[in-house]
């Protein structure tokens, strides 16, 4: 299903000769500019990333350029893009400001893990979730605490989060092991899926949190580096 999907998205005939009736119009072109990210082996399997446009953003993905016509999406190529002669990071700068304008829902539940409530903060879109979520500081500010956040993204129409405050005695590694189990499921079943990993967001960087399940079935989570630092006491 996966395979089926990525193909037809790629070979999306008629998109394709649209954009590239005048290609090197690029003023024409930026307003269906987009961004998806899928997973790194899915696109490696298909043709790697040669002849696209593409970032890293999440480890084991890419954020790839698209175009946004009414009804589908179609890759940027990059034959394409070189006609434009314009900076990547400009590129994708308006790619992201477009997605930055659709009407993401943003929804907040309260679960309880072994007698403890924990917020569930969720950004749900068929299609644009995720790549609204990359830039989670300017659409959604309030869900980023003096920490950071917390989140994952299983596929493209749903992105889980969790803030990050001082003093909130874990409440990270607890949304991590009480939403694993469904985000594993999510990536597992749903349509273009994108990563079944937890991500700390801070400061501009996305950085991958470590977390492996024991023989137990206890899942055990190790905080990156700079979020380890910033959450241990200062002398």
Request: hydrophobic residues 40%; charged residues 20%; aromatic residues 12%.
């Amino acid at each position: 299903m996966r395979s089926a999907l990525f193909l037809c998205f790629l070979l999306s005939a008629a998109l394709l000769s649209h954009a590239q009736s005048n290609p090197t119009n690029y003023p024409s072109i930026q307003k269906y500019l987009s961004l998806r990210i899928y997973p790194r082996e899915t696109v490696d399997e298909h043709g790697g990333t040669d002849s696209l446009v593409v970032r890293t953003d999440l480890d084991g993905t890419y954020t790839m350029l698209m175009l946004d016509f009414p009804g589908a999406f179609a890759p940027v190529r990059k034959s394409m893009f070189d006609q434009w002669k314009k900076d990547a990071a400009e590129v994708f700068q308006v790619a992201q400001a477009n997605v930055d304008s659709e009407k993401v829902s943003k929804v907040t539940k309260t679960f309880t893990l072994k007698s403890v409530e924990i917020e569930v903060n969720m950004l749900v879109d068929a299609n644009y979730a995720a790549s609204y979520a990359l830039d989670i500081a300017h659409n959604a500010p309030d869900l980023v605490g003096e920490l950071g956040c917390v989140l994952a993204m299983p596929y493209k129409g749903l992105v889980t989060v969790c803030k990050i405050v001082k003093g909130d005695n874990l409440d990270w590694v607890k949304f991590i092991r009480l939403t694993q189990p469904f985000i594993e499921k999510s990536y597992r079943e749903q349509p273009q899926p994108i990563s079944d990993q937890y991500f700390w967001y801070y400061q501009g960087k996305f950085t991958r949190i470590g977390v492996y399940t024991d023989d137990q079935g206890v899942h055990h989570v190790a905080p990156p580096q700079g979020l380890a630092d910033l959450l241990t006491p200062k002398p």
